[in-house]
């Protein structure tokens, strides 16, 4: 793998498929009594969450941590980075406490890129802005492919608000970069004019999609009043797009529901319908830390961009 | 490069070590765990031979050890990682580990240290098919198929009919500059 | 430093006097003295040019010296030691500095400030509206008695028609002065990062579409038809907009074009690495959209190719995209780029971009001493530039800051010589004071 993980499109086919792999045995190691292993020992990773992430955050950690790795948490509570330190600042202080790998999420749109021109270690992009979230892409497409047995060919389509969705990206990326077939579905101000050039399909009528699909991954919607202008209340998009209970009896047998969450309950997902067992959702939390501890050692257990000459040895 | 075992010879050897291993151990609490990826399939092999010496099935499973590597981070890439499958305890049993090669005694240094996260083996005992010599640490095995002196830097290589189409072993010699592979046993 | 400079032997390209010519030229005492095949040495210093170009030093319709107000970004002093490092004699400075030049006394203070440094002529632009607020009119008259010709609010686009007719009218009034417009539909191009497209969808950036640009082009081509007003259009970077101005000039509309160099050559696929010195307003667009501008600049709908140099300070731009401030420094890397991009494979001739880069918008801004021709008696307002040295674009610069879209680019073209009223501001490549 190289030296970063910043966007889907560094990544090929085999790479994904090798980390899928092998996070098959980190999720092995996850049964164990004792769940760590020494693989990373005496390295340090630390995680710059610029926005407010518990989930991600903590799925990070306790990766980190079962591979043996040092972890420095640096979350900072406001996303207004006028605040305090600029991200280059805190990027050579990162530096020069020897991080080996530095997770970030920030609400900025390529901050990842910016960072590895100031750090040597390696930088793993946990959510940048409205650009990519790979490691969660990541952990949908093991979902996909522990559940249904296979990604190429799969027919998902990704309901909601693409246009700010760094999920939605990275998602598509992944599952086109796979040979999946995918839907983009939404009101036409959501999604991008120029999407289909990424190799999907865009479709403003959920219905008509539903009944061909193996997978229905839902995109959270947000409600703020700036959201609100790119369609007209909330009410209407949950009429012509949540996934209702009468809606799920157009899906087929044995396809599944996904969503990244936070779910917003009773605008892209009823509440009812979160709760069914072809919903996933909880899995896709499970998963999440084989995953990044699949990231972590990929990453880190080759030779160090940072590193010292090591030369491979017998 | 030349040919160390013929495919009659790992036959034989494999059966010679079953036999050891019935004599010298107390089958109750034997259970055999093997190296992956090519110990693995070793050691599924010596379970169906002590099967036909004791009429009784042996406990077997796969390690992967490549977690517990030392030497993770000295090449450009990580390390391939393999299947860990062992369906049982293995506090209070006899694990005989099951490797191809025994060369350094690195793998087997991580093997144990995997093998005591997972639990408390009473004993461990160690079966290779080739040792070649070499050791870097204080490791030796308690059951030998053949022992092959060879160079440091030497490639030292077991085939096995399920991963490569036949059985066997060779051995190729170093080029002139070449230090030796990365994590070999 | 003598008096008396030759030129020996160098390609004079003079589209004033329509002259492409191997010769000689003598200045002395601040003027031409004599242009010639040959001429003596006499007590002149004479510098051989055997490979060299000769022509009439730069004119930037569109700079930006950030003094007053934003000294730590440039100064006029460093500001006009960049543009003759980079073969410019005179710029034009724009008023959206701080405070605001819509009066006379800051034209006067940013005058006497270029005319200390001595490494340029500025021709600064006096503001449309009182503090670019955009309502009421600045105050014109006053400025052109200082000697101002060009008004623009850039930085800022005149908010509504009735202003921009009220301005283009008014300055009817006056000789030979130009209302110059920063078009963008700010309603299009909220909270925009750069140009609306499949690169930005991909990048997660927000996007401002060419209509951003264009729909505000067409509402001022439309206002100076009405008007009969001299407008100017800044910095196009639209295909639509090269087409809307092509159509209004075989009108009959009075109006001019520029053309920065780093549209003529980037394309919104140069930002898929996030570089924020590439992050400029208007953005970069398309290919489709930077192939319409060269062609308009090819045959003459763009008049002139301007560089918005625009300097931010180091900590500025090094900072999260959607953070940074809008521009690239241009004024020392334009020649070279032109030069490396456009003249080089053949899209315009060496002339032409002599046109667009000094005789055009001398013109435009009635800086008579400056654009050519080169001539007996005309002031000595030269570059002399080497236009096979290779060298790569990197910092320091003479600039205070080093945002350039350009870094780390490989480019040939670099000045040897500028002369600005017969002396010196730049000797084998640096600036002499």
Known sequence: MREHLLSMHDLSAEDVLRILDTAESFREVGTRVIKKVPALRGRTVVNLFYENSTRTRISFEVAAKRLSADVINFASGASSVSKGESLKDTALTLQAMGADAIVIRHASSGSPHQLTRWVRGHVLNAGDGTHEHPTQALLDLYTMRERLGRLEGLRVAVVGDVLHSRVARSLSFGLVKMGADVTLVGPATLIPPDAPAWGVEVSHDVDAVLPKLDVCYLLRVQTERQRLEYFPSVREYSRLFGLNRARVTLLPEGSLIMHPGPMNRGVEIDSDVADLPQSVIEDQVTNGIAVRMALLYLLLGGRSAAGEEGEGRG | MSRILEADDVRRALTRIAHEIVEREDQSDVVLVGIADRGDHLALRLAGEIRGIVGRDVPVGALDITFYRDDIGLSAEAPEVHETRIPFDVSGRTVVLVDDVLFTGRTVRAAMDALTDLGRPSRIRLAVLVDRGHRELPIRADFVGKNVPTRRGDDVRVMVTELDGEDGAVVSEAEPATAGRGGAA | ?433
């Open chain 3, 1 to 433: 430093m003598g008096s008396e400079l030759l030129f020996r032997g160098a390609r004079i390209v003079d589209p004033a006097s329509e002259r492409d010519a191997i010769g000689d030229v003598r200045v002395r005492d601040g003027a031409i003295a004599e242009v010639d095949d040959r001429l003596d040495a006499g007590p002149a210093e004479v510098f051989d040019c055997d490979g060299l170009v000769v022509a009439p030093g730069l004119v930037d319709l569109h700079t930006h010296l950030r003094e007053p107000g934003a000294e730590h970004k440039e100064t006029i002093e460093t500001g006009t030691r960049a543009a003759a490092v980079g073969g410019y004699t005179a710029v034009a400075p724009m008023a959206n500095t701080e405070p605001v030049a819509d009066d006379a006394s800051v034209i006067a203070e940013v005058v006497a400030a270029a005319g200390k440094a001595r490494l340029a002529d500025v021709f600064p632009a006096g503001a449309v509206t009182k503090g670019l607020e955009g309502e009421s009119l600045a105050e014109i008259g006053e400025m052109v008695d200082a000697g101002v010709r060009i008004f623009s609010d850039d930085g800022r686009c005149v908010p509504t028609a009735r202003t921009i007719r009220n301005a283009l009218t008014y300055a009817r009034a006056f000789d030979d002065v130009t209302i110059a417009e920063h078009c963008e539909d700010v309603s299009l191009s909220i909270g925009h990062q750069m140009h609306e497209g499949l690169t930005s969808a991909s990048l997660g950036l927000a996007g401002q579409p060419g209509a951003a640009e264009h729909a505000i082009v067409y509402r001022d081509l439309e206002i100076a038809r009405l008007t009969g007003g001299r407008l100017h259009l800044c910095h196009l970077s639209s295909a639509r907009s090269v087409e809307l101005v092509r159509q209004a000039r075989s009108d009959g509309v009075r109006v001019t074009a520029e053309v920065t160099p780093h549209h003529l050559i980037l394309t919104d696929e140069d930002l898929a690495g996030y570089d924020t010195n590439r992050k400029v307003n208007p953005p970069l667009r398309s290919a489709e959209d930077r192939a319409a501008l060269r062609v308009g600049l090819a045959d003459g709908t763009i008049d002139a190719i301007a560089t918005d140099h625009a300097p931010h300070a180091v900590e500025e731009k090094d900072a999260e995209f959607d953070r940074a401030p809008f521009g690239t420094i241009g004024l020392e890397t334009a020649l070279a780029v032109v030069l490396t991009e456009l003249v080089e494979p053949g899209m315009i001739t060496l002339p032409r971009a002599i046109e667009a880069m000094s005789t055009t918008p001398a013109r435009i801004l009635g800086a008579r001493a400056h654009g050519g021709p080169i001539e007996p008696g005309r002031p000595a307002n030269l570059v002399v530039f080497d236009p096979a040295e290779r060298w790569t674009v990197e910092a320091p610069f003479a600039s205070r800051s080093r945002n350039s879209a350009f870094l780390g680019r490989e480019v040939r073209g670099r000045v040897r010589y500028t002369v600005l009223h017969g002396e010196l501001t730049v000797a084998e490549g640096k600036a002499t004071r």
